[in-house]
T-cell receptor, first 115, second 110 residues
C-alpha cells in the first residue's frame, strides 16, 4: 500500500519483556516520527529521524526506550523491560520533507498492552 | 509535553448542524495544523494554517487563527455522521516539531 504501515497492530507482553514495534514509512519520505498516545489523549512526541539520523529523542520517557532507522527507511521502536505504564498506542508518522512542522502521514498504530 | 488545548473536550450535534472546536496555545508558533482521528486509526491531516494567515478553507472546513489571542478554531459546516471522530490541533514551534493537544471528541448523530 501507499500509506504508513505499522506492525504488529496489537501486542500483548508480560511486564519485564522486551518488545519491538516496526514502522514502514511512505517510500521516499525523509522524516519519521514516533508518538505515544494514551487512551483519550493526544499523541505525545517521542523521537524524530531525518533519514537515518535521530535528530531529536527528547520525548523518550526513559532509557528503556530506543529507536533506530539504520537505512533511512524502516524504523523500529524498542522498549526494554516493559512496565505497565508503557501500555499505550504507539503511532508512527512520516513526512516527505526534512523541514519541521509540515503535514505528517500517520500509520494506524500498534496497541501495546503490558500485563 | 502537549501545547495546544482543545475546547470543548466533547461535542455532540445533529447531522446538518455546524461544529466548532477551539484550540488555545501558550508559546509562539510557526504554524498550526488540525488532524482527525477515527477510532482505532491513525491521524489524518486536515489543514495547515501559517502564523501570518488568519483564515483558511478546505471544503466544509474553515480554520481561523488569532495569534494575538493564541487561539485557533475549526468549523465543520453541514456535519455528517461520517465526521464523527476526534479532532486534534498541533502547534508547530521554531525549534521543535509539532505538539498535539488532547483533542475534541465530536459525535454527529444521524
Amino acid at each position: 500500500g501507499a500509506g504508513v504501515s505499522q506492525s504488529p497492530r496489537y501486542k500483548v507482553a508480560k511486564r519485564g519483556q522486551d518488545v519491538a514495534l516496526r514502522c514502514d514509512p511512505i517510500s521516499g519520505h525523509v522524516s519519521l516520527f514516533w508518538y505515544q498516545q494514551a487512551l483519550g489523549q493526544g499523541p505525545e512526541f517521542l523521537t524524530y529521524f531525518q533519514n537515518e539520523a535521530q535528530l531529536d529523542k527528547s520525548g523518550l520517557p526513559s532509557d528503556r526506550f530506543f529507536a533506530e532507522r539504520p537505512e533511512g527507511s524502516v524504523s523500529t521502536l524498542k522498549i526494554q523491560r516493559t512496565q505497565q505504564e508503557d501500555s499505550a498506542v504507539y503511532l508512527c508518522a512520516s513526512s516527505s520533507t526534512g523541514v519541521l512542522n509540515q503535514p505528517q502521514h500517520f500509520g494506524d498504530g500498534t496497541r501495546l498492552s503490558i500485563l | 509535553s502537549q501545547q495546544g488545548e482543545e475546547d470543548p473536550q466533547a461535542l455532540s450535534i445533529q447531522e446538518g448542524e455546524n461544529a466548532t472546536m477551539n484550540c488555545s496555545y501558550k508559546t509562539s508558533i510557526n504554524n498550526l495544523q488540525w488532524y482527525r482521528q477515527n477510532s482505532g486509526r491513525g491521524l489524518v491531516h486536515l489543514i495547515l494554517i501559517r502564523s501570518n494567515e488568519r483564515e483558511k478553507h478546505s471544503g466544509r472546513l474553515r480554520v481561523t487563527l488569532d495569534t494575538s489571542k493564541k487561539s485557533s478554531s475549526l468549523l465543520i459546516t453541514a456535519s455528517r455522521a461520517a465526521d464523527t471522530a476526534s479532532y486534534f490541533c498541533a502547534t508547530g514551534h521554531v525549534n521543535n516539531d509539532m505538539r498535539f493537544g488532547a483533542g475534541t471528541r465530536l459525535t454527529v448523530k444521524p
